[in-house]
């Protein structure tokens, strides 16, 4: 009678569509979050200056808005900032809009926004396009937002997979295999069963401190060697840098163990470019046509 045991099976969950939860995605995004927040808002307006660097809204300082806004970038190509005003029109607040999903609406010949944060359309805020600073990347196709992530999915997917399929390997090898062999003959089911449960008990139980088990001569356990075959190094080496090249990092920058040059290349290339459309979206969002006149930014 055969018998197999310690069977482990496989099992593999899809990526899915937020690129945040993505380990490697993280690691690129943080220096350029981290890097960007250090910048120090200038501006011909002292008090506007003092609200972007010292609380641009009730929830943040002015570090982790800038934070918070390259994220949102980078995760969504599109970051929206809704400019609180008061009553004549300054703008006393700055608010990175966290969506889910947006679109584009038009209403007494005006645009506006209309957001969702949750996915599923419940609950929704519309804010007219004046109030809202946007930056974006990759901007190609639509007027209002940058092109989406997905030239990158398939290599997070990619990339996901491969790590279950290590976890996998990793369970399925710690897990015994091997066939129970009795030379009983005419064995009933029940009994086959019992002659499991009982080896299993004695050689796979946590509580068996020795890890032996005896067996009569009436059975036989013979093991199964299993060498399951995973990506090796160099391939997961270039999947993850095919990752980084797309975010503009590489392991210099995500490690912090940059030279002078890298650092000054990485500023200009990736952190420079964000501060200057940030810089110049603001400045025409949160002062008129007449005060930008004068010189006001």
Known sequence: RWKELGTYKATFSSFGQDMFQSETV?????????HTSKANAKCTDKRIEKILNVQPNIYM????FLAKVRIRLEIKNTAFIYIQRDLTGKAIGFYPVPYSYFEAVE???GLFI???FNGDGATNLVLPWEDLAVIRKDYNESDIAGDDNAPILNMLELINTTNQGVANAVKATANLRGILKSTKAMLSNDDIKKQKEQFVKDYLNLENEGGIASLDS??????????????????MKEFRENVYRYFGV?????????????????YEARIEPF??????????????????GFNNH
Not at 276 to 291: D, I, P
Request: with cysteine; glycine share 2%.
């Open 107 to 109: 209403y007494q010949n």
């Open 114 to 116: 209309k957001f969702s």
């Open 26 to 34: 993280r690691a690129c995004i943080r220096p350029l979050a981290e």
């Open 275 to 292: 501060l200057v459309a940030l810089s110049l979206e603001l400045s025409r969002k949160v002062f008129t046509a007449r005060e930008q």
């Open 61 to 64: 300082n002015g570090k982790d």
């Open 218 to 235: 009436t059975q036989e356990f013979m093991p199964i060697t299993m060498s399951p075959t995973v990506t090796n190094y160099s391939q």
């Open 250 to 266: 590489n392991d210099s920058i995500v490690m912090s163990d940059y030279t002078e040059e890298q650092m000054e290349a990485f």
